[in-house]
């Protein structure tokens, strides 16, 4: 691929983006923290986002002392603050920002109809949440799965609400209208109200474009506001949605304060536009597992803490006579666990006592899944020197590569070995969000690993189905190249990594160019066939079906057969192959001390 060549493709694809995106601009700051003296109304928000069913917390099994978050210290914790705060008749909200699904063994149990278990929602119930709303990933398993969750809670009356602000009207024969029923313990609700007689917050809950998009293979009846097929991208439709909502419950309903959680964004993207609307004071963000606090000019505030349940924003607000949104301090009993760079954030690490009654129903989980599945969730998969693999000093970047190629290995030896195939893979198409580094808490030169540590380091992609298509090498190439220019004059959310082969990032004449593409096998670009084969799981490979719709027609359809003929994705299946995860433990069994 010529210079010339990669020139022009970064320049269309470059024009292309600044046309389809159009993110909305202002200045943020790093608020500082005022005495809550002067202020005439006092607001915790206690929020956690993109937990992923991280149930056990975040960490090698084997080192305890090394695992951080934990569903049982959480609720100990959520209730601890919320009791501590309504002795001073202080309004306090427990609220989730989405993608609460999907990252765990514990995914197999709130779906499964052979159990009535469905922990997402009995960990909610049990840490008095107010409300939750919906993220991409609640949708993993399809619209069934998340209905099976609700309709378990329902069942055992949980106290369940989702806020769903930009919902649109459901089919009248759909499953979800029974949660729109006042007598469900479940329900489905466009805005929250919480007071006391110091006070009323109004809570307003969206999923923004980024997360309708990449969920939208995934959902049917559930369809909102921000996103459509049709359509696509309709940010500006939903900031009017927000508009007219966080007005109404300003000046009809009274609210002294008017939240937003959304699942979406990027710090300087989506949290901005909804921080703009002169009614919304507070904006709890999640979808981009970034940690950050920052203030608009008009004193709003946008919050996001980390992912998985590492740690819990615990943001104290306070009103002055104005009504201006002041900052206050945490209690002091947890200052000793606070982010030092994020006040709002307490860091849960095994210091915090766990919640007896709910780490007993963990247990309990743990025993119905290695039934259900017949696996043995503490199995020791591996036990030795892992650092021809990977090292804790490489960066997650680094770490989710030295993965991919990984897979794109196991995966070509296992159907040389299977079927004496030789039609190798040249690359996958993955992402390093697939890859969960807080998951390495110890040194990987003497380490254990457990069967429940080899699916968390997988992360959501551990047992989704695999693909194969075929493509020319140049296609694979413009899909490098657009992403790389997307990501760099965009969004850095819009990125692509790929395993099996390696490539040079650089900039030609300002503009941001892939070049230098080989394998990791030392096979260079112009030594590769016309047509190579890639492998993608099902979360990566309904994506490249759809290169010409991102890209305006600006690129053609990709995925092909052997002979070159257009693919449907189910076609694409490879039926037999080890997912993810099975691949991985083939890789550890080759290196095993055991």
């Known amino acids: 691929m010529t210079k010339c060549k990669s020139l022009l493709a970064a320049i269309g694809i470059a024009i292309l983006g600044y046309f389809l995106h159009n993110a909305l601009k202002q200045t943020l700051v790093v608020p500082s923290t005022t005495s809550s003296n002067n202020l005439t109304v006092n607001i915790t928000l206690l929020s956690t986002n993109d937990l992923h069913s991280s149930f056990s917390g975040l960490g090698l099994r084997s080192y305890p002392d090394l695992v951080r978050g934990g569903y049982s210290k959480l609720v100990s914790l959520i209730n601890s603050i919320r009791s501590e705060k309504n002795k001073n008749d202080e309004i306090v909200l427990t609220l989730d920002a989405g993608d609460w699904y999907s990252g765990s063994l514990f995914d197999n149990l709130g779906a499964d109809l052979r159990t009535s278990s469905v922990p997402q929602m009995q960990f909610f119930h049990s840490a008095g949440y107010d409300a939750i709303i919906l993220g991409n990933h609640d949708f993993d398993r399809y619209e069934s799965a998340l209905f099976s969750m609700l309709d378990k809670a329902a069942k055992l009356d949980l106290n369940i609400n989702v806020i769903v602000s930009n919902l649109l009207p459901l089919p009248s024969n759909s499953k979800f209208q029974q949660f729109y029923d006042p007598n469900s313990s479940v329900k489905f609700i466009p805005h929250l109200i919480k007071e006391s007689r110091n006070g009323k917050v109004g809570v307003l809950g ?66 901005v536009g909804f921080l703009n ?35 819990l924003t615990a943001l104290s607000v306070g009103l002055d006579l104005n009504k201006k949104v002041h900052l206050r301090g945490v209690s002091k009993d947890y200052e000793q666990h606070i982010n030092k760079k994020y006040p709002q954030c307490i860091e849960i690490n095994s210091e915090f006592e766990s919640d007896k009654d709910f780490e007993e129903k963990v247990q309990h989980w743990k025993k119905e899944i290695n039934e259900l599945l017949a696996v043995d969730m503490e199995e020791v998969v591996f036990k030795g020197n892992l650092t021809s693999f990977l090292e804790l000093s490489m960066t997650h970047e680094e770490m989710a590569a030295s993965f991919a190629h990984m ?38 030169s003497d380490v254990t690993i457990t069967y429940d540590d080899a699916y968390n380091l997988i992360f ?47 900039h030609y004449f300002g503009l941001p160019i892939v070049t230098d593409l080989e ?76």
């Open 206 to 271: 969206y999923m923004t474009p980024d997360a309708l998009f990449v969920s939208n293979d995934y959902r049917d009846d559930m369809q909102f506001v921000g996103y459509s097929p049709k359509e696509s991208i309709q940010y500006n439709k939903l900031l009017e949605l927000a508009a007219k909502q966080s007005r109404m419950l300003k000046e009809q309903l009274k609210c002294d304060l008017v939240v937003v959680v959304i699942h979406g964004g990027h710090k300087d993207k989506e949290d």
């Open 277 to 311: 609307l002169p009614n919304v004071d507070v904006v709890l963000g999640g979808h981009t597992h970034e940690t950050y606090l920052l203030a608009s000019e008009d004193s709003s505030l946008s919050s996001q803490c980390g992912y998985g349940g590492i740690q």
């Open 407 to 444: 897979l794109v290995r196991e995966f070509n030896k296992w159907e040389a070995e299977s079927k004496g195939k030789v039609d190798p893979v040249i690359a996958t198409i993955w992402n390093r969000e697939f890859f969960e580094i807080d998951e390495l808490t110890h040194s990987l």
């Open 460 to 506: 959501f992609p551990a047992l989704k189905d695999q693909y194969t298509v075929y493509m020319k090498k140049e296609e694979l190439y413009y899909i490098l190249q657009g992403a790389y220019v997307l990501s760099k004059l965009v969004s850095p959310l819009l990125f692509i990594d790929a395993g099996g082969i390696v490539y040079t990032e650089s």
């Open 519 to 594: 394998t990791v096998d030392g096979l260079t670009y112009s030594e590769w066939p016309q047509t190579i084969r890639l492998l993608a799981n099902s979360i990566s490979a309904p994506y490249l079906w759809k290169i010409e719709e991102f890209s305006k027609g600006l690129l053609s359809n990709f995925p092909k057969d052997k002979a070159g003929r257009p693919i449907k994705l189910k076609d694409a299946l490879e039926i037999n192959s080890p997912k993810e995860l099975g691949l991985f433990l083939n890789f550890l069994r080759s290196l095993n001390n055991i």
